[in-house]
């Protein structure tokens, strides 16, 4: 069976990081504007970042940058998002609905 790819993504000191959720080793790493806090959303499978007024999207797997809005004439305050949850709370969603949508199927087979 093939290894899927389910990372834990983190905004820190002006990057987004992507770990291994298994080994904790850094898959991936995006240097963003600034060097201060970064928001960190995963939507729908789509990652956004925020970091000193500017907004991103990144590509989940590989980091990365597929756009970037600078948000211009809004200053370089945090950027909050709506519509998502935050990145390592969406993905642990993720992993206990699919465990027990497989804990149903296998009870509904026996």
Do not use: C, H
């Not at 390592?88 to 087979?109: I, L, M, Q």
């Amino acid at each position: 069976m093939a290894q899927r790819f389910d990372p834990i993504y983190i905004g820190l000191k002006g990057a987004v990081l992507a770990l291994d959720r298994d080994s904790g080793q850094i898959v991936w790493r995006t240097e963003l504007k600034g060097i201060d806090f970064v928001n960190v959303v995963l939507q729908n499978g789509d990652l956004f970042a925020a970091s000193r007024g500017e907004l991103y999207r990144l590509n989940p797997a590989t980091g990365d940058i597929i756009w970037r809005n600078t948000l211009s004439g809004l200053g370089w305050g945090i950027v909050t998002m709506a519509g998502g949850a935050q990145a390592p709370a969406a993905a642990e969603k993720k992993r206990r609905d699919d465990a027990a949508a497989a804990s149903s199927r296998a009870a509904a087979a026996s």
